[in-house]
């Protein structure tokens, strides 16, 4: 039996939707629970807590495994084994950037164009701190307990703080000058836990079951026929996860690729494909069953 640690807060929905479509709904007794269990005879129960805190409860094994998010990981420097990671956001289908931000007046177009000694307001002050380190300016890290963009300008010059469509940030105008990290959601494991054959199996199966629920409606399988004197072209244009299904039946000088990718970026890699020589591209649903792995 493994105990499980869920997000509070700006994650909850949608790990909420995403253990539903895994066939593991989360039973508890109302929406301000903090406690609950899953249809899942390997876990043995189920609590709620702010995303900050999930690394840290799972590596010090007061949980076996917990979802978060990949900023806090880092944040915190918990010791914990990344099992799976889920490259959506609270509102998107794409990952949550953290972002360095200025006044729009703001002359910097980048950090190496901040004056030392630069306050910057955050929650996330590790990150900042070696952010700034590592681009070689000094710069005096405030942290934040929320409301950020309210620190500018009587408490700090600039933030550091996450976005998805940048909304906020122009309702407070203030503008991206660099990306720092793209963040998605990790399902995180307590090393111990991880390396017991029996909760192992319990934890892997469990992840199967959410990433086979997250990749069905998220991605596709695009089969691509090419001329086989044009594959160097076309394979660096396939998605990462690729593979070569084969000649074509009918015409030998035809090389038949397939892959799997977000669907977000099926515009994009459709174009990259014809123009790199692909003849015809064909997009399907994808159907994953998840596989029990032995403990």
Not at 157 to 167: I, L, P, R, S
Not at 187 to 203: F, K, M, Q, T
Request: some cysteine.
């Amino acid at each position: 039996m493994i105990s499980l640690a869920l997000p509070k807060g700006s994650l909850e929905r949608r790990a909420l939707e995403l253990f539903a479509a895994a066939g593991l709904p989360v039973r508890r007794r109302s929406e301000r629970s903090y406690r609950g269990t899953v249809d899942h005879t390997g876990v043995s129960h189920v609590a709620f807590y702010k995303p900050r805190e999930i690394p840290l409860v799972v590596g010090d094994g007061t949980f076996d495994l917990g979802l978060t998010g990949a900023d806090w990981v880092e944040e915190t420097g918990a010791e914990v084994e990344v099992v799976e990671s889920f490259d959506y956001s609270r509102n998107t289908e794409r990952p949550w950037r953290l972002v360095l931000a200025v006044p729009s007046g703001h002359p910097a177009r980048s950090a190496a164009d901040l004056d030392d000694g630069v306050r910057v307001a955050t929650e996330y002050p590790n990150i900042g701190r070696r952010f700034f380190r590592e681009a070689g300016r000094r710069a005096e890290v405030i942290v934040s307990y929320g409301a950020t963009e309210a620190k500018i300008p009587e408490l700090a010059d600039a933030m550091m703080d996450v976005v998805e469509t940048g909304h906020s940030l122009r309702q407070n105008d203030l503008r991206v000058i660099e990306t720092v990290r793209t963040c998605g959601a990790q399902l995180v494991a307590n090393p111990a836990a991880y390396a017991d054959p029996a909760r192992r199996g319990v934890i892997r199966n469990v992840a199967l079951l959410l990433r086979a629920a997250w990749v069905g409606p998220a991605h596709v399988l695009l089969t691509v026929r090419a001329p086989a004197d044009r594959l160097a072209e076309v394979v660096p244009a396939m998605p990462g996860q690729s593979w070569r299904a084969g000649p074509g039946l009918a015409d030998a000088t035809m090389v038949v690729l397939q892959g799997v990718l977000p669907r977000r970026d099926v515009p994009e890699t459709i174009d990259a494909l014809l123009s790199a020589g692909a003849v015809n591209v064909t997009e399907s649903g994808i159907g994953i069953f998840a596989t029990g792995e032995a403990g």
